[in-house]
């Protein structure tokens, strides 16, 4: 038995792309226009799957940003936060995002990925529970695995299942962490906070929320659900990342448990990776300032995302009945998404398509992501290409 036997899977998966001259993942964007254009696999087309939600990638400060702290400190640090990569303004940006937060600390990750995942490995171990939503990224699921704590999943977004496990738990309840998202990112629907907050409490339990689809996008100032939804004080640790409505890369934990400093010793992905380099960080503290500034975005992007999900309601087409700036057609047969993925994107408009297992149930998606950078024009566009589309 051959080491790679197990990739066959994937390899004929490729292979059935290349026979039909298309590639819905990975694709490359070989020229970016706008925060909405882009030349992608030789088209212009519209982004409308980028999570850039407040379409903040090409903002002159931010660049400038970028530009003089790469001749100020160079591409890379070249080490760890625990080694060498520790610099001044890593300092600052744990700063600023505490402040933003309102909580005692703030650490910062190098991706998105390796802070939930570095924090749902640390947070709870052997002889502990981790409680999770069913729905969980994939980063999640990752750090539970390696965390050696019991893993225990609940159905996605009902606070009833969530409740029966942690009375089963009895007292164990009191050394559980529960992990649920703000934002779910393949069908744009929220997490019921309030109600999950209210169990932490009744059963003494820890809640870590991952906002990377609600920073910037609800809440006071964008602070995300936990903030939308009052919950802030029943909200241990808060996880995030910058690679959405912040458009750099990185991520980070904010919490009020002085017990989170203690968290750089023991999480693996934040000792042994690099540090974020000083364009990222200088960028970043740009974003989240403009984010602040800014409310118009944020109210821009929620035009956006009633727009499209009203004008793709209206075409009879399968989405989800909340309103988010995640927008997602779903379709029950694999062939049709990939043919209308394939139309969508001759016509102009570039979408992610998202089929099982990586979609949440047995649907296929095209999944839409609003910015408050769309025009009025671009959404109707974005609608015209969907109506065109026959079964």
Not at 120 to 133: K, M, N, Q, Y
Not at 334 to 363: C, H, M
Request: charged share 20%.
């Amino acid at each position: 038995m051959s080491l790679f036997e197990k990739f066959n899977r994937y390899d004929e998966m490729r292979s059935y792309f290349e026979e039909r001259g298309t590639m819905p993942f990975g694709a490359v964007t070989e020229r970016s226009l706008s925060s909405t254009e882009a030349i992608v696999n030789g088209h212009r087309v519209i982004l409308a799957g980028t999570n850039n939600y407040l379409g903040l990638n090409f903002e002159p400060e931010a660049i400038a940003a970028a530009q003089g702290a790469i001749e100020e400190s160079g591409t890379g640090t070249t080490g760890s936060r625990m080694a060498n990569g520790t610099f001044a303004d890593h300092l600052m940006l744990e700063k600023d995002l505490a402040e933003f937060f309102g909580t005692k600390g703030a650490i910062l990750f190098s991706t998105g990925y390796s802070a939930t995942m570095g924090m749902s490995a640390t947070l709870a171990g052997p002889g502990e529970v981790t409680l999770l939503d069913a729905d969980s990224h994939a980063s999640i699921y990752d750090g539970v695995r390696l965390s050696g704590a019991e893993i225990i999943r609940f159905r996605h977004n009902d606070p009833a299942d969530l409740e029966k496990r942690l009375r089963r738990l009895g007292q164990r309840a009191e050394k559980t962490l529960i992990i649920v998202e703000g934002i779910y990112s393949m069908l744009g629907d929220f997490a019921p906070l309030e109600e999950i907050a209210s169990l932490k409490r009744k059963y003494g339990a820890y809640l870590m929320v991952d906002e990377a689809h609600s920073l910037g996008v609800m809440g006071d100032n964008g602070r995300g659900a936990v903030a939308e939804a009052g919950v802030e004080d029943d909200t241990d640790f808060i996880v995030g990342t910058f690679s959405k409505s912040l458009a750099s890369i990185g991520g980070y934990c904010v919490s009020n448990h002085p017990e989170l400093e203690l968290v750089r010793y023991a999480a693996r992905s934040y000792i042994y990776t690099a540090s974020a380099s000083p364009s990222v960080i200088a960028s970043t503290r740009v974003a989240l300032k403009l984010m602040r500034q800014r409310p118009e975005l944020r109210e821009q992007l929620w035009k956006n995302a009633h727009r499209l999900h009203s004008q793709l309601a209206e075409l009879g087409l399968q989405i989800e009945s909340h309103v988010s700036p995640v927008v997602a057609v779903k379709l029950e047969n694999t062939e049709t998404a990939v043919r209308w993925w394939e139309d969508l994107f001759q016509k102009g408009v570039f979408v992610n398509l998202v089929i099982p297992p990586a979609s949440p149930s047995t649907y296929s998606l095209l999944r839409c992501s609003v910015s408050a950078a769309h025009s009025t024009e671009q959404i109707q566009r974005i609608t015209d290409a969907f109506s065109t589309l026959k079964e």
